[in-house]
């Protein structure tokens, strides 16, 4: 039946040939010029639950639990290894030195066609243009290793850095709407801003995304 299957599709044009599902393997190891972005591990529990247990950054996000705990953060490490949070999870790291710096990642939309872009970095490492430098890396590996057609981000209309760095990224603002916190315990405004497979393209032959 494998053979069947491999020789039916190598008969068809590349387009029409059967996808296998995604895995965790599709999450490769990503470089650029100050950053490694990897998969989370135990060795950086410690450092995740320093960083994420700031208010700062918990009501920025949507799902993130304040106060954050060693428990916490062993338990985030210990899902996104299991696949259980159904996404590409990374660790933000410095190059040079594999300092744990943040975390990033995608989830894809059931539509099938978008996937959802989220950063955080803690507090200490704010303003040196890293989650910018991540968040280029990561939308460059989605549009150039998978079959969707548009990224998405939404930022909570008060957060001007991450608006900043979504703008930075080439996305276009699309509409305001409301979205569950865990932290603040309620419904935020947010901004959401879409990048298309198109404009990537084009901004990449710009050279002009910085
Ligand atoms: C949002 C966040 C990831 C940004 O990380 P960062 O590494 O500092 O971002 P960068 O340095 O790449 O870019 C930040 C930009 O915002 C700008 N900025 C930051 N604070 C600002 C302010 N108060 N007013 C105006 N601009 C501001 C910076 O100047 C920079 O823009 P520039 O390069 O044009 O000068 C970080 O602040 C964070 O983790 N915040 C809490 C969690 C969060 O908001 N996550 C995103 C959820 S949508």
């Not at 950086?44 to 953060?73: C, E, F, G, K, W």
Request: glycine residues 8%; proline residues 5%.
């Amino acid at each position: 039946m494998f053979s069947e299957m491999l020789r039916d599709g190598q008969s068809r044009p590349p387009e029409e040939r059967p996808r296998p599902e995604r895995s965790r393997t599709d999450c490769p190891i990503l470089l650029s010029q100050r950053l490694v972005l990897r998969a989370p591990h135990e060795d950086d529990v410690d450092a995740l639950a320093h960083l994420a247990n700031n208010a700062n950054i918990a009501t920025m996000v949507a799902r993130m639990p304040h106060p954050y705990t060693i428990a916490d953060a062993a338990d985030f490490v210990r899902r996104t290894k299991a696949g259980a949070i159904g996404k590409c999870v990374y660790a933000i790291t410095k190059a040079d030195t594999g300092a744990f710096l943040g975390c990033c990642g995608i989830e894809p939309h059931e539509d099938g066609k978008t996937v959802e872009l989220g950063y955080w970095l803690g507090e200490p490492h704010w303003n040196k243009g890293y989650a910018t430098e991540a968040a280029q890396s990561l939308t460059d590996m989605v549009f150039r290793t998978r079959d969707v057609e548009q990224i998405d981000a939404r930022c909570r209309v008060m957060n001007i850095a991450s608006r900043r760095v979504i703008q930075k990224c080439g996305f276009q603002f699309q509409a305001t709407g409301m979205v569950q916190s865990l932290a603040v315990g309620g419904m935020v405004p947010v901004e959401w801003f879409r990048l298309d497979r198109r404009t990537w393209v084009s901004l990449k032959s710009w050279g002009n995304l910085g």
